[in-house]
């Protein structure tokens, strides 16, 4: 009775920890061989009989019949006098089986069972959940805000597995309370040490890709392609898209009429602003539409170095460059093409490279980052503008300025 009796009170794991009876069993097996050959030495000449329905246990060992004086291992020899007083005709040779009751594993052995078996439900448990987020990564998953810390959001799902949603996967923007639902996609999963770390964003390409297929049922049902996402979470993202079928316009029908069918994206995204682009295998027309809403007057290609140079008219640079430098960036993420930006009617200009001299490297990055690469890109932009774009100090930009000018005034 004391074997069902403990068999009992390990069950209660089962309803814990949503694991099977059949799997619990096994488990079962495995803690009690390896206490038996930590008491005996070795396990090869016990039977452990299951009883799944009943959740009852057995443990036999099995032994040999030896002379009184000739038992040299007590664990794998009975001696005939031991033995029949279990049975009283047994004679040197037989087999003999023998029930192990609990009781006589020792009060500290039963404790370390129960302690171990835990220790093996939740290497099961961590096992299962682990190949389970597995098959989730890129997939989109919702979870409740569990816990808020400084460097990332804890959260629960509806069976209370945790999921991680670090600082530098959320939206510059978001902004999260405690019990309500979040959206992301499953990352990444880690196993540290014998625990899955289950890793959520929101700012990967992947995840505004997914709420293209879960808003929009053309792309859902594969009669629209995403051909190419690229983001910078919480400002600006550009989607390339394609339609199988030429009745469909691909950009129409993920837009929607008035933006209907892409708010609800834009929305969940901390309001980014989303280009929705047609593609084409057209480099020079891929790079014209990615640079929208600018308008190209002309674009050359240097296939090898993979550059263009972009002319537009002065009206439309800042438009093809965008606020901070967004949309000009985002492009040449989309195309795979280095972009730069002249204008129109302007021949002579030079690359603030030039500069490295005068001006420190730093300076000419913090340009770059906006879109500024040349000396007459940061000649026609007013100071007010720069001072809001950039890092840099007043004085900085107005003495780059002054470098800059006497370049063409010499």
Known sequence: MENLALIDSFSEFKDDKLIDRVTLMAILEEVFRNALKKKFGSDDNFDIIINPDKGDLEIWRNRVVVADDEVEDPNQEISLTDARKIEPDFEVGEDVSEEVKLVDLGRRAILALRQNLI????EHDNTTIYKQFKDLIGEIYTAEVHHIRHKAVILLDDEGNEIVLPKEKQIPSDFFRKGENVRGIIENVELKGSKPTIIMSRTSPDFLEK???QEIPEVFDGL???????RIPGEKAKVAVDSYDDRIDPVGACVGMKGSRIHGIVRELGNENIDVINYTSNPQLFISRALSPARVTSISIDEENKRAEVIL???EVSKAIGKGGYNIRLAGFLT??????FREGVEEDVELTEFA???E???IDEFKKIGLDTARSVLDQDVEDLLKRTDLEEETILEVKRILKEEFED
């Open 119 to 122: 220790s093996k439900i939740h």
């Open 361 to 363: 490297q730093w300076v």
């Open 357 to 359: 001299d005068e001006i």
């Open 336 to 341: 795979g093409y280095e972009i730069d930006v």
């Open 313 to 315: 008219k002065p009206e």
């Open 211 to 213: 709420l293209f297929e």
């Open 224 to 230: 629209i392609s995403i051909k190419k996402v690229v």
